[in-house]
């Protein structure tokens, strides 16, 4: 049974994940069934980068400190609160309950992630062990989204059953959890810090790696959140289906893009980073035609293509990172002894593309959605030419190997 301890791991993962993307289809039922302006809905989305930056930040060294079993069972217990409170369907509460859902998913993913793989045991290699938490994640984020909008479509209580039922998802697995082992000592001193700040201030990281980081969360709300619902009347009372399912298309092809960055990955250019920069930047301009066009199949490539470019800027930015971070910090012992931590600070810094469906919807009575989405593709331009320009430039050098790229490629 020993080889199987990690499969409750996962689950914390998948439902923590679950519990963060499940708005996106409740958002349509809010908008047939309740009088919330679009902005306040795009608000109530955003606010869980509030969240979630300081869960991230505080995951991995509270994993360390108080443990893995820990420090998840409370971010699963604070997500099942989080979504009983949505659950009552009333505006301000929803904001809090965004909030505290943001930050439970920042506890849960560094040290969910990390817990799974320990529990895999020596058996089983880094790559493999980093694979189960990849797609641990990506189900989540897609499950969430696809369960609400099948919940809410076809239940009655559209906006009340689905998180009851993400609630009831964490109780079991807070059950399932509840007698695994901390696969790492209890109490470790925290790690230090300098490395991190180091590769934060390193000037490959503001010029190859910043510019492309909105991108990332950017591309998928642009895909799942903000076009959805300009094609919504051509598809009457399947809203949150549909919503549901694109939010499943373009996050599982971010989670099938992943390898590709890895495998684009080049220690002596930005080759990985421009490759996804431009796909995003060709999805931007494919959803200004959808939305210009008014079309529920260009919305569909839409997805597909912001999801790839989502998943490929994620995976060339993490690779980035860890790189910066392991030149600071040494390879004394050949590991790199920070990868969760760096991957949880590369991550905060994509949290702003969270705010772009509220911008988006804040600028909308000022110019018209396809004339928006040109605009972000030329804004991507721009940080493409500033990515382009120092991709040569500044190289850390000490390129990680496969092992480990594969490793904190996964700590999304």
């Not at 180091?198 to 010029?207: E, I, N, S």
């Not at 373009?250 to 990955?265: C, E, I, K, S, Y």
């Given at each position: 049974?020993?080889?199987?301890?990690?499969?409750?791991?996962?689950?914390?993962?998948?439902?923590?994940?679950?519990?963060?993307?499940?708005?996106?289809?409740?958002?349509?039922?809010?908008?047939?069934?309740?009088?919330?302006?679009?902005?306040?809905?795009?608000?109530?989305?955003?606010?869980?980068?509030?969240?979630?930056?300081?869960?991230?930040?505080?995951?991995?060294?509270?994993?360390?400190?108080?443990?893995?079993?820990?420090?998840?069972?409370?971010?699963?217990?604070?997500?099942?609160?989080?979504?009983?409170?949505?659950?009552?369907?009333?505006?301000?509460?929803?904001?809090?309950?965004?909030?505290?859902?943001?930050?439970?998913?920042?506890?849960?993913?560094?040290?969910?992630?990390?817990?799974?793989?320990?529990?895999?045991?020596?058996?089983?290699?880094?790559?493999?062990?980093?694979?189960?938490?990849?797609?641990?994640?990506?189900?989540?984020?897609?499950?969430?989204?696809?369960?609400?909008?099948?919940?809410?479509?076809?239940?009655?209580?559209?906006t009340v059953v689905p998180c009851l039922a993400h609630a009831a998802a964490c109780l079991l697995v807070l059950r399932a959890?509840?007698?695994?082992?901390?696969?790492?000592?209890?109490?470790?001193?925290?790690?230090?810090?300098?490395?991190?700040?180091?590769?934060?201030?390193?000037?490959?990281?503001?010029?190859?790696?910043?510019?492309?980081?909105?991108?990332?969360?950017?591309?998928?709300?642009?895909?799942?959140?903000?076009?959805?619902?300009?094609?919504?009347?051509?598809l009457p009372g399947y809203a949150p289906l549909f919503s549901g399912l694109v939010a499943a298309l373009t996050l599982a092809?971010?989670?099938?893009?992943?390898?590709?960055?890895?495998?684009?990955?080049?220690?002596?250019?930005?080759?990985?980073?421009?490759?996804?920069?431009?796909?995003?930047?060709?999805?931007?301009?494919?959803?200004?035609?959808?939305?210009?066009?008014?079309?529920?199949?260009?919305?569909?490539?839409?997805?597909?293509?912001?999801?790839?470019?989502?998943?490929?800027?994620?995976?060339?930015?993490?690779?980035?990172?860890?790189?910066?971070?392991?030149?600071?910090?040494?390879?004394?012992?050949?590991?790199?002894?920070?990868?969760?931590?760096?991957?949880?600070?590369?991550?905060?810094?994509?949290?702003?593309?969270?705010?772009?469906?509220?911008?988006?919807?804040?600028?909308?009575?000022?110019?018209?959605?396809?004339?928006?989405?040109?605009?972000?593709?030329?804004?991507?331009?721009?940080?493409?030419?500033?990515?382009?320009?120092?991709?040569?430039?500044?190289?850390?050098?000490?390129?990680?190997?496969?092992?480990?790229?594969?490793?904190?490629?996964?700590?999304?």
């Amino acid at each position: 049974m020993r080889t199987a301890r990690w499969i409750p791991a996962a689950a914390a993962v998948a439902v923590a994940a679950w519990g963060a993307n499940q708005f996106t289809a409740l958002a349509s039922v809010y908008r047939a069934h309740t009088d919330w302006s679009p902005v306040s809905l795009a608000g109530m989305f955003s606010v869980y980068l509030v969240g979630l930056v300081p869960g991230l930040l505080l995951g991995g060294p509270a994993a360390d400190q108080y443990g893995r079993r820990r420090t998840v069972r409370a971010g699963l217990a604070l997500s099942a609160a989080a979504s009983a409170l949505l659950a009552l369907g009333d505006e301000p509460t929803g904001y809090v309950a965004r909030l505290a859902t943001g930050f439970a998913a920042g506890l849960v993913f560094p040290a969910g992630t990390t817990w799974l793989r320990e529990l895999s045991g020596p058996g089983v290699s880094p790559v493999a062990a980093a694979r189960r938490a990849m797609y641990a994640t990506g189900i989540g984020f897609s499950a969430g989204a696809l369960a609400s909008g099948v919940l809410s479509e076809w239940l009655p209580g559209p906006t009340v059953v689905p998180c009851l039922a993400h609630a009831a998802a964490c109780l079991l697995v807070l059950r399932a959890t509840g007698r695994l082992p901390d696969a790492a000592p209890v109490g470790r001193p925290v790690r230090p810090a300098e490395h991190h700040r180091a590769a934060v201030q390193h000037p490959r990281f503001r010029y190859v790696v910043l510019p492309a980081s909105p991108a990332v969360l950017g591309a998928a709300t642009v895909g799942y959140v903000v076009l959805p619902p300009l094609v919504a009347h051509h598809l009457p009372g399947y809203a949150p289906l549909f919503s549901g399912l694109v939010a499943a298309l373009t996050l599982a092809m971010g989670v099938l893009a992943q390898p590709f960055a890895a495998r684009l990955d080049d220690a002596g250019s930005a080759r990985a980073t421009l490759t996804a920069m431009a796909t995003v930047i060709a999805g931007l301009l494919l959803g200004a035609l959808a939305a210009d066009r008014d079309s529920v199949g260009l919305v569909l490539a839409a997805a597909v293509v912001l999801g790839t470019g989502y998943g490929l800027t994620l995976g060339a930015g993490l690779h980035e990172v860890e790189r910066l971070t392991a030149r600071s910090a040494g390879r004394a012992t050949g590991r790199n002894p920070a990868g969760p931590t760096s991957a949880a600070l590369y991550q905060s810094t994509t949290s702003s593309g969270f705010l772009t469906p509220l911008l988006l919807a804040g600028t909308a009575g000022h110019a018209s959605y396809p004339a928006l989405l040109v605009g972000m593709a030329a804004v991507g331009v721009l940080c493409l030419a500033v990515t382009g320009a120092h991709s040569r430039r500044h190289l850390p050098g000490h390129p990680a190997g496969p092992e480990t790229r594969e490793d904190s490629s996964v700590q999304t």
